[in-house]
């Protein structure tokens, strides 16, 4: 079961508290592993590279002095993006591979349980908490329902799509022969009018930078109001319930 109902919370950090020799007195469980955490940062400094540069990729950079042939600044901007494509796609995969190895909070961002009617349920109750319709929180182990629905597609949906589509305008330059059109390719059989393909990437880039704001604003709130540890859950890998 990828997330605990809130009723079942108390119950799922005795457990864990036990189980790792915690003071069941502080109610905490430990959430996030290692690799989980790691992956989390290395890929959020990836996004800020890939966001920076793929901006200046889009709209150009400011107007540089001299001849052309002296500057390689849009040639260090370039690089720059590409390789954190690569550190953020290397990064994808593992993070598939450890959601199959790790614990089940490690399964959330690629599993949505759209087909439960109390889980919709819950996204209901956040949608009211989150609008300050609603005076007390529900917690949750892990995501809560919403925070799962907006990770899934805003997230693990365009991070897929941002990694075909690059690969694919990459193997475009790279060459018929290259291994990046060999298997991105047919990215064009869709828009073949690879200017289409840059103007979805692109809006991609806006995607991602919405999700960013939503989820940065809505840990921290959530760290104030719901009274659990969001932010310092990502370092320590706990997440504390206070009263």
Request: hydrophobic residues 50%; charged residues 15%; without cysteine.
């Amino acid at each position: 079961m990828i997330d605990s109902s809130p009723h079942a919370v108390t119950a799922d950090v005795a457990v864990d508290a036990a189980r790792s020799d915690r003071s069941v007195e502080r109610n905490v469980v430990y959430v996030y592993e290692a690799p989980v955490r790691l992956w989390h940062w290395i890929n959020a400094l990836a996004i800020v590279v890939l966001g920076l540069t793929g901006y200046f990729i889009g709209s150009a950079t400011p107007t540089i002095s001299g001849e052309a042939s002296d500057n390689f600044l849009f040639g260090y901007v370039r690089f720059a993006h590409f390789s954190a494509g690569y550190v953020l796609t290397v990064g994808f995969l593992l993070r598939i591979y450890w959601a199959f190895m790790g614990n089940p909070h490690a399964r959330q961002i690629f599993f949505v349980p759209v087909w439960r009617k109390s889980w919709w349920a819950e996204v209901a109750h956040e949608i009211r908490w989150y609008a300050f319709l609603t005076d007390k929180p529900k917690k949750y182990v892990g995501h809560n329902p919403l925070a799962q629905l907006t990770m899934f597609f805003m997230y693990t949906v365009t991070i897929a799509f941002m990694i075909v589509t690059g690969f694919a305008l990459y193997g475009e330059g790279a060459g018929h022969d290259s291994w990046q059109y060999r298997l991105f390719g047919w990215v064009f059989a869709i828009w073949p009018n690879s200017q289409d393909a840059h103007t979805w990437h692109h809006l991609g880039l806006w995607i991602i930078v919405t999700f960013a704001i939503v989820h940065i604003y809505a840990a921290i709130r959530e760290d104030i109001m719901s009274r659990q540890s969001i932010i310092s859950s990502m370092i320590s890998g706990e997440r504390e319930f206070r009263d």
